[in-house]
Structure formats: C-alpha cells, structure tokens
C-alpha cells in the first residue's frame, strides 16, 4: 500500500466513494448495470469514538466477514460519573450489502484470529482464555453501548458473550484467571483457534485443549502435544466431533514408515473425546493442515501437498514447489481450494487429487474465493502500464472473468468474497465491489 496521510487519504476516498456510488445511481434509472469491480458501499471499521484501535484480525463465512479490532484508551461512565480505563476488542461483522450484523465487545483483547462457527465468533484473548460471541446478536445498538473495561462485574453484564472458557493453566493445575488488565497481558495465552459446529480446538502452549462449540464445556486435552511449545493453529483441522493435528508420537507411535522409531511428530486423528483414533508417522513436519470435502490436506515442509482421507490412508501427492500457508478452500463439496506462491496461483481439486489449473500471469496481492472462482487484487506500482491497483476475476475453469481497476485512490491490504461482493480492505475502510461480470459503463434499453 503506497503512503499517504490516512486522515486526509480517508476523506478523499469516502468523497470518491459517494460520487461512485451518486453517478452508478443515477445511471441505474437509464439501465445502467454495474459490472465486476465496481464500488457498492464504503464502510469504516473506526467508530470515531475515544478509544485508539489496534491490531486488527478477520474472519470471513460465506454471508459475513467479521473484524476482531483491538482498542483502548479511555471512556467516560456517565452511571459511576468517572473515567475508565478501557483494553478490549471490537467484534463486528457486515454483511455483502455492507449492513452492520454485530457489534459487540470481547472483555479482554485479542491475541491471535478469530473462528466462525454456525452460532459464534470465537475470539482467543489475553490471559489464556477462549471468548465465544453470539453471531446473530442482532438486537444492537451501538450508539448506545458503553465500552466494557474488563471487570468481572462487566464481563457477567455482557449478552451477547455465549461463553468464556479459560484454557491455560498455570503450574499449579489451575486456570490461568488472571484479576486485572496489567496481569492478562504477560499471562501465558494461546496461539490460535479452530472450529467446527462441534469442537472448538485452542493451542494452549504445549496443550491442545478442545472445548464443546456450544457451551465452551471441556471436550478434552492433550498434554504435552507440542513438548517444545511450537504448536500452530495453522496445524490442526477441525470438521465436525474430529480433530487431525501434528502432535508429539506416544509410545511406538514415533516409528517411521521405513520402519526405524525416531519418535518425532505423528499425524493424529483425534475423537470427539480425546481419544487417538488412527495415527501415522510423518516423513516429513507439516507445515499447515486444512479440510477439502472428504480430504484432509497437508503441506510438507518443503514442496509436497499431500491429500489423505478421514483415516489418514494416503489419497494422493504433489510436488509443488514452495508451499504458502494454509489454503482457501471452496466449492460445493469443499473440495477445491487455492492457492498463490511465487507469483504463481493454483487450483487442486482435493476430491480427484489433481492440479486443475495454475497461472503465472495474475496480480500477486491477496486472494479471496467463493462459489464462483477466485479473485485476486495488488496495489499498483506507480510505475508504468501496471500504475493502477486492480483486480481480476477468475472462474473455477482457470478463465478470466472480469478485470478492473479499484477505486480511486483505494489500496489492499486484504480481500474477501462475501454473498455476492468483494470486501476490499484498506487501513481501516471497507469497501464493497460488485463481483459478478455485469455491463461495465454500458446502457441496456
């Protein structure tokens, strides 16, 4: 993203944003059909308010992209008639017409992504614990909400938290339950979160500590599935009462496929109640794992994508090259899913165990998928004939079906497909664009 001063930058963008939308309106009377790539909404993660934001972390479902914003400072209580000091995290959620969903507010602030579950929002925050937000807390008002500042008292008024669950525990066996804001930040925490309608599975250190989805009840955990406390999120699926993770071998299950025990890391199935369903040795750390349909897919450390079902019996193998973080995955069954490396974007069916198409010639920014294809989008250089930011579309056969330019004025820093748009996001603005073909600056009678 090139520099600019965001104030000023923002101004503009939401003046070229409402003469975007003035002029698509005002042709709309004539037949005009806006066409792939051209702005829908604008919309703003700031709320203007006093508190100062900071990381932001996002999550996206197919009819909503949710944003976890940490923010503090300090807010005056009108009840108590005194300023308080405020460390939490904004839970909010838009939709593809760009309606506000959700706002709500996690009592802690965020430590790594958020999970969507079919009912939650589940957001691990400071202090080892797990916060899951009720997505359909629709019955808002966020004029009227007054920032929480993390008291217990506080966190028990809060409705729209479905559960809080404290994962890490201190040495002494008991939940890290840290009393104050100062004491959660240097508290151990958690690394990450998977979900499904079931499970919600936290890397609690040198734990995986899996909660039931919908009462935040312990599931069960694995002590000492990552000894050296190097566990990633980016290494555990979660689909339905299943768990697949890379975890320290137990006993013999460290023997080798050659058949040596180098004990190490095993590839594990786990059950809805801890148990190690089917294990397999490794020949190599996995770098990620990801569910496609009946798949589950591993990328090695070093150039293999490797395909294995539910049992983890091997369905497939490819050598491609250098292997980026976890993929998107999309379609119908969930079978297809990309990914971009090295300038290059890939296509794998997972169901037939096949590349379907890579291409070499597309933008290298950040890539959104959806039923439709994928999408990616880069900043222009500033130099040239690629001096513009832009976007391309490709369908699921690997063709191109529609190129644009963005906005204005507008930059990405990520990108997202949600019900029918794509959401780009630039510093803290949002902005909507059309994503099906249409006829760009064309009349129909």
Do not use: K
């Amino acid at each position: 993203m090139t520099d600019r001063n965001p104030a000023r930058g923002a101004t503009r963008r939401r003046f070229l944003a409402a003469a975007g939308s003035g002029v698509a309106g005002a042709l709309a009377g004539c037949g005009y059909r806006p066409g792939g790539g051209d702005l829908a909404w604008e919309s703003s993660l700031d709320t203007g308010g006093l508190l100062g934001p900071g990381a932001t972390r996002f999550a996206v479902a197919p009819d909503r992209l949710f944003a976890v914003r940490n923010q503090s400072g300090r807010t005056y209580d009108f009840d108590a008639e005194t300023w308080r000091n405020v460390e939490n995290a904004s839970v909010t959620a838009v939709d593809g017409s760009g309606t506000t969903r959700l706002d709500a507010e996690t009592e802690r602030q965020a430590v790594a992504p958020p999970a969507v579950t079919e009912t939650s929002v589940v957001v691990p925050v400071e202090g080892g614990r797990v916060t899951a937000i009720d997505r359909e807390a629709a019955g808002f008002d966020p004029g009227a909400r007054e920032p929480t500042g993390g008291t217990e008292s506080e966190e028990a008024e809060a409705d729209d938290v479905r559960w809080r669950a404290d994962v890490v525990e201190s040495e002494g066996g008991e939940s890290n339950e840290p009393e104050g804001a100062n004491e959660s930040t240097s508290s151990p925490g958690i690394d990450g979160v998977r979900a499904s309608a079931r499970l919600v599975v936290a890397v609690a250190e040198t734990d995986l500590v899996a909660l039931d989805a919908e009462t935040g009840d312990p599931a069960f955990r694995v002590t000492g599935a990552w000894p050296d406390g190097d566990g990633s999120a980016d290494r555990i699926a979660v689909d339905g009462d299943d768990v697949w993770a890379g975890v320290a071998a137990t006993g013999s299950e460290g023997r080798s496929e050659g058949g040596s025990n180098d004990g190490g890391t095993v590839f594990a199935r786990f059950g809805s109640t801890g148990e190690r369903r089917v294990t397999r040795s490794l020949s190599a750390d996995a770098d990620w794992l990801a569910v496609a349909g009946d798949t589950i897919v591993m990328g090695e450390a070093g150039d293999r994508l490797v395909g294995y079902d539910r049992d983890l019996a091997r369905r497939f193998e490819l050598h491609e090259g250098s292997l980026p973080g976890r993929p998107q995955v999309v379609s119908a069954d969930g079978s297809r899913f990309y990914y971009s490396t090295g300038g290059t974007v890939r296509a794998v069916d997972a169901a037939a165990g096949e590349l379907s198409w890579e291409r070499s010639d597309l933008p290298g920014g950040p890539v959104a998928v959806d039923q439709e294809g994928m999408y990616v989008a880069e900043n222009g250089s500033g130099f040239g004939t690629e001096s513009q930011s832009r976007t391309v579309a490709v369908g699921a056969d690997g063709e191109d079906r529609w190129r644009a330019p963005l906005p204005e004025g507008v930059g990405v820093d990520e990108l997202f497909a949600v019900g029918g748009r794509l959401i780009v996001v630039d510093d803290g603005e949002l902005y909507g664009l059309h994503a099906t073909p249409g006829e760009r600056w064309s009349l129909v009678g």
